[in-house]
């Protein structure tokens, strides 16, 4: 579906994206992470056609962008940081302004702005935008990027600033739209909602590319699976092999770093008598990479 080689955006000398590539399927959510300035932003611009890479390549869904730029717009679909939207205007006002710049009769815009009201659960209750909460702004900037029924929507910060259920609402809402079959590339600084949503991941740090691929990729890359071993027992002393261990909510707690070491604390711990309460995996996460790569 997208297949970006060698995307390299310089600014003066200094490279904003330096020989960045991957390759995304179609009906997948690809998530871009970094520092501030790793160059996230530059990325989602360069997908969306805003902005000209220096160099590189970049086809989407057989189309290559970079020598026919205007293939892209039917395809895209924007989401910017900011929700700038004409506050005069009432919201289906807007979506029929937007409507007619892609080219879409009266008929398929009111039927179209219908269908995205209902789905994003969108009231506007005949206010003007500039009334509407940030939420309801979001949405109809939403709204506005799905009008023309793009393959690919690029969303930079989709969820920003919102109130948890309005954010878990979009998130929600993102699901839905993979499931539809459209591609979804969007940045985000809430790494939580990265790791639930993405199929694949990409981290930049200083225009480069530091790794790219699934979560479970990612964790093998940066560290693997650890066990918490939560138990009692009478005399800790008797728990033979134990070399370290915390008291933690009334139960000690061992770690181990693999089944097989985790079967040994667990059989030592019983036959000394004791008892294994729980056992909880932990992975690294987003956050833990991020901190590893360094800024």
Request: proline residues 2%; hydrophobic residues 40%; contains cysteine.
């Given at each position: 579906m997208i297949s970006a080689r060698d995307l390299t955006k310089l600014y003066g000398t200094v490279p904003a994206l330096d020989h960045v590539s991957f390759d995304l399927d179609r009906a997948q959510i690809f998530g871009v992470i970094g520092h501030n300035g790793a160059g996230k932003t530059t990325l989602l611009k360069i997908l969306a056609g805003l902005i000209e890479p220096t160099s590189g390549e970049l086809v989407v869904d057989g189309t290559d962008i970079l020598k026919e730029p205007d293939g892209m717009k039917q395809m895209i679909g924007y989401l910017p940081e900011?929700?700038?939207?004409?506050?005069?205007?009432?919201?289906?006002?807007?979506?029929?302004?937007?409507?007619?710049?892609?080219?879409?009769?009266?008929?398929?815009?009111?039927?179209?702005?219908?269908?995205?009201?209902?789905?994003?659960?969108?009231?506007?209750?005949?206010?003007?935008?500039?009334?509407?909460?940030?939420?309801?702004?979001?949405?109809?900037?939403?709204?506005?990027?799905?009008?023309?029924?793009?393959?690919?929507?690029?969303?930079?910060?989709?969820?920003?600033?919102?109130?948890?259920?309005?954010?878990?609402?979009?998130?929600?809402?993102?699901?839905?739209?993979?499931?539809?079959?459209?591609?979804?590339?969007?940045?985000?600084?809430?790494?939580?909602?990265?790791?639930?949503?993405?199929?694949?991941?990409?981290?930049?740090?200083?225009?480069?590319?530091?790794?790219?691929g699934s979560m479970h990729e990612l964790r093998e890359m940066f560290g693997s699976i650890y066990y918490s071993i939560y138990f009692t027992v009478s005399d800790i002393a008797k728990v033979e092999g134990l070399t370290s261990y915390v008291l933690d909510g009334g139960y000690y707690r061992a770690k181990a770093t693999s089944v097989d070491e985790m079967g040994r604390v667990s059989n030592a711990i019983v036959t000394a008598g004791g008892s294994v309460e729980r056992i909880e995996s932990h992975y690294p996460s987003l956050e833990e990479m991020l901190v590893k790569i360094g800024a």
């Open positions: 900011e929700s700038r939207l004409y506050e005069t205007m009432k919201v289906d006002e807007y979506l029929t302004f937007f409507g007619e710049i892609y080219g879409m009769d009266r008929s398929s815009i009111r039927a179209r702005s219908k269908e995205l009201l209902d789905w994003l659960s969108l009231q506007p209750n005949g206010k003007k935008m500039g009334e509407f909460s940030k939420g309801m702004k979001r949405k109809a900037a939403i709204a506005r990027s799905l009008m023309h029924n793009p393959s690919v929507l690029i969303y930079d910060e989709a969820t920003s600033g919102l109130d948890p259920m309005t954010s878990r609402h979009i998130v929600d809402l993102m699901r839905e739209l993979r499931d539809q079959g459209k591609t979804i590339i969007l940045s985000a600084h809430n790494l939580y909602q990265v790791e639930a949503i993405c199929d694949k991941i990409l981290i930049l740090r200083r225009g480069e590319r530091v790794a790219f």
